[in-house]
């Protein structure tokens, strides 16, 4: 079965669902035999061999892209009686290719996670955004001192020190430089940017000189959050 998945993969199937159907037209190692199975075994296989789950087979090199994206999920069809859905880490591309993925070890977070995520691969100059989560010296030390890349991270109450740090920040003073207004979820959203450039506001964040934060209000929800951009 798993050699079926990698003559499926090699054939050009690019997901769990076209590698079940190759499955059933072709046969196992190209006889014209079906082979019945489903799109959830599968999915099964492929996460019990690889823990990294179809990613393994279909990853792609970040070497000259713009951009590269760390975010987490729950790996769906991975929860057993005796345990819970196993949680992912990806890196994806702009274009939407992924990078890697790595299985979070049970107990922990994603934040442990990431340096191995991306350790194998060059990002030189490539910028690595990420959620909340992520946001910590040690990881911004890793892709700037380690892996030579810049790096995006928002900023919200789970690290409040930081927050009330950049909030303090003259804002108020900025013209912003990017507005847009939207609608969805039930409500009517307007968000603007402003960016400001300091020299050192001495939280152990490396080369941070350009702190922006985006700020969104509207009739029923209002929302503030400070992301990180680089210095370049």
């Known amino acids: 079965m798993l050699l079926t998945c990698c003559c499926a993969v090699l054939t050009g199937a690019r997901s769990i669902r076209s590698i079940g159907q190759w499955a059933r037209a072709e046969g196992p190692f190209g006889s014209r035999r079906a082979l019945s ?11 019990r061999v690889c823990s990294g789950g179809l990613v ?17 999920k729950a790996a769906r069809g991975s929860r057993t009686a005796t345990g819970p859905a196993a949680r992912l880490i990806s890196a994806l591309t702009t274009a939407g290719g992924t990078v890697s993925q790595a299985r979070v070890p049970v107990k922990t977070t994603g934040v442990t996670t990431l340096p191995a995520l991306l350790a194998p691969f060059d990002i030189t100059g490539v910028t690595v955004t990420g959620d909340a989560l992520h946001t910590t010296a040690d990881q911004a030390r890793f892709l700037v001192e380690d892996k030579k890349a810049h790096y995006v991270m928002t900023v919200k109450l789970n690290q409040k020190t930081l927050f009330d740090t950049l909030r303090r920040l003259p804002w108020q003073d900025i013209t912003a430089e990017h507005v847009s ?12 940017v402003r960016v400001l450039t300091v020299t050192d506001l001495g939280l152990g964040f490396p080369t941070w000189s350009k702190p922006r934060v985006s700020t969104g209000g509207g009739e029923q929800r209002r929302r503030e959050k400070s992301p990180v951009r680089p210095c370049t």
């Open 56 to 72: 393994y087979l279909l990853g792609c090199d970040p070497e000259g892209a713009d951009q590269v994206a760390v975010d987490g």
């Open 181 to 192: 207004r939207g609608s969805g979820h039930r409500r009517r959203e307007t968000r603007a």
């Open 37 to 47: 199975t489903s799109t959830s075994t599968v999915q099964r296989l492929v996460c």
